[in-house]
């Protein structure tokens, strides 16, 4: 029997890849080295975690957080035995259950139902286990009307419901998540979040990947900071967190995952298949730039400092009266703040060609954190969209040396004063 108090135990833990060059590099290396005579390697190797020791107590809940491709997704599927190590050693004591990514494990001709009986094999229950299970399961997914259609017709909201309910409703003892709570709309990441603190408070162990270091503040007793493949910082929330920040402002580059559409960046390439646009397109948004007062692509925004948000356009014929419009969301959904131009009385006559009209903030007063940000173009009435993008681009708020407030979502510009009363009751 294992009397260890740790759930998990990594010991000197490597994992290498290997890197791709460019494919047409490589054609054309091949081809040469070909007319060479010579065969050279199309690929070199690299670890994307290094050396990692790392100890998790029983009934932790542990945040793993970092840039992109630190290693966080990595070191999950270490622990799940999705990957295994190039170098040194995991054990993990108890029935390992894991949420890593979309549909991870779903075949797509399959049906719900059968997906839900073979998902749950794979993490080792059996029949009548998942039997006994598979209602509240359904129930908590809340696809009972399409559980017998075949998993390739659902959303991808619809595949993470599925999958964090079979991972979550099995009891597992390790639960594995992988970042996937911020697909679900609002109502089932907070039914998550919530199974998340049942968890914890069975005494379950919890490993926790996201970049919403809000949720990660909240929920987890313990954080880990991976960059670039090495375990950076380990312990309190708030002080692995600073640490991140800290690194982050450091950091020459933001590591804005390539293949994420909502990155701050303009006219990202795969927009063509952005799936919550909508409008008839007479005028389109052809991208939204973060800048700064100078002009200058922000890296990040900083809070209580300003912000430039260049919404470019391209009116493929005469618009009378268009209203544009903003969104921005926390990464837990929060719709943080929506103007628009009319409601600002900023009114535009009209638009023809390209251009661009710009929303700048004086001050940020988003906290520190990961925001999504929404653009659009209606009518005067607001009732014809042209042109709506939601929730496509990512952008980053990091803390900045004059603005330390920490809590919540926004800073709000306020004052403290102090005075006497003398002698009068304050009004409750
Ligand atoms: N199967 C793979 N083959 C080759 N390289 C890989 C593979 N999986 C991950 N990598 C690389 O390993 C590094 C770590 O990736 P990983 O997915 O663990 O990062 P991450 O911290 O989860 O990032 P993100 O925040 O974007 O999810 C990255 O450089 C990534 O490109
Ligand atoms: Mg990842």
Known sequence: MNTTLNAIEIKNLSKKFKAYHHRESNLKYVFLNLLKG?????????????????DIEKGQTVGFIGCNGSGKSTLLKLISRILYPDGGD??????????????????PDLTGRE?????????????????????AIVDFSGLEDFIDNPVKTYSSGMYVRLGFSVAINIDPDILLVDEVLAVGDENFQKKCIKKIMDFKKEGKTIIFVSHDLKTVEELCDQVVLLHNGKLVKQGKPVEVISEYHRLLIGASQLQVRKED?????????????????WGSKEVEITGVQFLDLQDNVMEFAKTGQPLRVRIAYDAHKEIENPVFGVAIYSDTGVHVTGPNTRKHNFPIASLKGQGYVEYEMESVPLLPGSYLFSAA???YQGLQAYDHWEQYWRFHVIESPEMSERL?????????????????????
């Open 38 to 54: 010579k065969r050279k390697k199309l690929s070199s190797e690299f670890w994307a975690l290094k050396n990692i020791d790392l």
């Open 90 to 107: 995991i054990d993990a004591h108890g029935k390992i259950s894991t949420l890593i990514e979309l549909g991870s494990g779903f075949h």
């Open 115 to 135: 997906n839900v009986y073979i998902n749950a094999s794979i993490l080792g229950f059996s029949r009548a286990e998942v039997t006994k299970k598979f209602q």
């Open 261 to 277: 559409p909502r990155q701050g960046e303009s006219a990202p390439k795969d927009r063509t298949t952005w799936k919550n646009r």
């Open 377 to 379: 173009i209606y009518d």
């Open 408 to 428: 919540g979502l926004i800073a709000i510009p306020a004052k403290w004063r102090m005075g006497k009363s003398e002698g009068k009751k304050l009004r409750r």
